[in-house]
């Protein structure tokens, strides 16, 4: 069983940045995909970013040049650097994790970005 806890969270001004970090239990973080979508109200779930096991990563494309997904296996750790926020990033966002054809998915922390 896995467990995901995210930080990192809060209210920003639209140019600012924030960093989410996602804390997981359990043995398979090393083999695992771990990625962040988000939830904006009133629409579906999508994805932000991803990163596989072996550093591999992709980006939606409102994300790329601004996002950037790393991890740290040693400390089971995923994290999302975003710079240039806007205020449409606004949202709950959620980390995930895939390993071995089952995914767990984190409680969301809300991100708002302020015009």
């Known amino acids: 069983q896995v467990q995901l806890v995210e930080s990192g969270g809060g209210l920003v001004q639209a140019g600012g940045s924030l960093r989410l970090s996602c804390v997981a239990s359990?043995?398979?973080?090393?083999?695992?995909?771990i990625g962040w979508y988000r939830q904006a109200p009133g629409k579906q779930r999508e994805l932000v970013a991803t990163i596989t096991s072996s550093g591999r990563t992709n980006y939606a494309d409102s994300a790329k040049g601004r996002f950037t997904i790393s991890r740290d296996n040693a400390k089971k750790m995923g994290y999302l650097q975003m710079n240039s926020l806007k205020p449409e990033d606004t949202a709950v966002y959620y980390c995930?994790?895939?390993?071995?054809?089952?995914?767990?998915w984190g409680q969301g922390t809300q991100v708002t970005v302020s015009s």
């Open positions: 359990g043995s398979a973080f090393r083999l695992s995909v």
């Open positions: 995930w994790l895939g390993v071995v054809s089952t995914t767990y």
